[in-house]
Every structure is written in structure tokens, then in C-alpha cells.
T-cell receptor, first 115, second 114 residues
Framework: AQTVTQSQPEMSVQEAETVTLSCTYD???????LFWYKQPPSRQMILVIR??????QNATENRFSVNFQKAAKSFSLKISDSQLGDAAMYFC????????????FGQGTELSVKP | DTAVSQTPKYLVTQMGNDKSIKCEQN?????MYWYKQDSKKFLKIMFS???????INETVPNRFSPKSPDKAHLNLHINSLELGDSAVYFC?????????????FGPGTRLLVL
């Protein structure tokens, strides 16, 4: 069975600094997708970034980038120039290529941003 | 315009009651999903439908029954509510059946069973 593990229940970062959130996963599939979703206090789930496993290049979206290490099954999220609005719960998620869209989530990391 | 909407946003009810949560998407997507987020914020898929056809049915008690009148709507009906059903329920949608496209989530419905 596929699993996703986020080993940091809470993280804290100073405004304008950089923070990295960790995620590891376990799968025997070779084709899959990985995601980071953000859930602010409003509860809305917002897609932050997406990575296809077949792509070697790490995905980036403005201040958000990932470090995808396929052999190590690691998928960390780096947030640069942290802003107060980045404070939220962050979920790492996995989806196999042929499993009909089933997203498997990690436990989440609560990120706080200090002014 | 809201892409994926859910009603109601909050639902407080007594044990043993039957309740429904409605979901609608105006994105023209073919696939819709229900996820449950428990008190520890853990998210898990419950069901998915593609164009009114059930695709994913996780190990969910049969008190939970999804109903899809058309591809833009996926409602969740829960019979004989139990305390453990208290959670936030999220609806989501994506363009394709295989789920390769990004899933867009609704705002969630917080259900509290007393």
C-alpha cells in the first residue's frame, strides 16, 4: 500500500526567511504524481505545487519549489521569502497514475510565520 | 464565481439522524470526489464518481451513500449518524477519469454529531 509521511507536525519560520517542509512516500509504482496542498484557517484546500514523477526537473511556482528525489522517495517543499500569508497547514499528497485520481495525504505540517 | 461549492458549510445534528451534504462544480469536470478530514486533520478519500459512474469506493460504512444526479453534482447522504462521523467533508473535482489532472477542492462542510 502506498503511504505518505510528514515527520514534522509543526514548523516555524521568520518572515522573509526560507523554510523547508519534509515529505517521504512509499510506493512500488513507477508513474505517479506528487503534490503540496495548503490549508489556511479558512479550511480551503489550495494546490501549491505539483510534480510528475517522470520529470527530473524540480517544479517551481514563484516562491515555492520542491526537491524531488525519486530514488530516495523524498519530496520536500521549500518556501522562500516567507510571508505572513504562508501560515497554514501543508499537506503532501501522492497519486498513482492508474488509480482513478485517489489522492493519498500525509499527516500535515502546521507552519507558523513570525513577524 | 465559486468553482466547487458545498452546502451547508456547517451542520450540527443529533446521533441517529440522516443528513445530506450537497456538492456542485461549475468547471465542466468529469470526475468528482468526497474526502473526509478527521479531528487530527488527516484527509482520506471516500468516493469518486466519473460522469455519474462510481469509480472509487473506499472502505466506508454503508451508512454513507454518494449520489450523482449529473456530472456536475455529487451529494453525500449519511444515515444513522454516529459521533465518529464528526469531521470536515470535502468535495473535489478534476477534469479526467484517471485523475491525472489537478483536483480542485470545495470549501468543506464541518459536520458535528452530538
Amino acid at each position: 500500500a502506498q503511504t505518505v509521511t510528514q515527520s514534522q507536525p509543526e514548523m516555524s519560520v521568520q518572515e522573509a526567511e526560507t523554510v523547508t517542509l519534509s515529505c517521504t512516500y512509499d510506493t512500488s509504482e513507477s508513474d505517479y504524481y506528487l503534490f503540496w496542498y495548503k490549508q489556511p484557517p479558512s479550511r480551503q484546500m489550495i494546490l501549491v505545487i505539483r510534480q510528475e514523477a517522470y520529470k527530473q526537473q524540480n517544479a517551481t511556482e514563484n516562491r515555492f519549489s520542491v526537491n524531488f528525489q525519486k530514488a530516495a522517495k523524498s519530496f520536500s517543499l521549500k518556501i522562500s521569502d516567507s510571508q505572513l500569508g504562508d501560515a497554514a497547514m501543508y499537506f503532501c499528497a501522492y497519486r498513482a497514475y492508474w488509480q482513478g485520481g485517489k489522492l493519498i495525504f500525509g499527516q500535515g505540517t502546521e507552519l507558523s510565520v513570525k513577524p | 464565481d465559486t468553482a466547487v461549492s458545498q452546502t451547508p458549510k456547517y451542520l450540527v445534528t443529533q446521533m441517529g439522524n440522516d443528513k445530506s451534504i450537497k456538492c456542485e462544480q461549475n468547471l465542466g469536470h468529469d470526475t468528482m470526489y468526497w474526502y473526509k478530514q478527521d479531528s487530527k486533520k488527516f484527509l482520506k478519500i471516500m468516493f469518486s464518481y466519473n460522469n455519474k459512474e462510481l469509480i472509487i469506493n473506499e472502505t466506508v460504512p454503508n451508512r454513507f451513500s454518494p449520489k450523482s444526479p449529473d456530472k456536475a453534482h455529487l451529494n453525500l447522504h449519511i444515515n444513522s449518524l454516529e459521533l465518529g462521523d464528526s469531521a470536515v467533508y470535502f468535495c473535489a473535482s478534476s477534469q479526467d477519469r484517471e485523475g491525472r489532472e489537478t483536483q480542485y477542492f470545495g470549501p468543506g462542510t464541518r459536520l458535528l454529531v452530538l
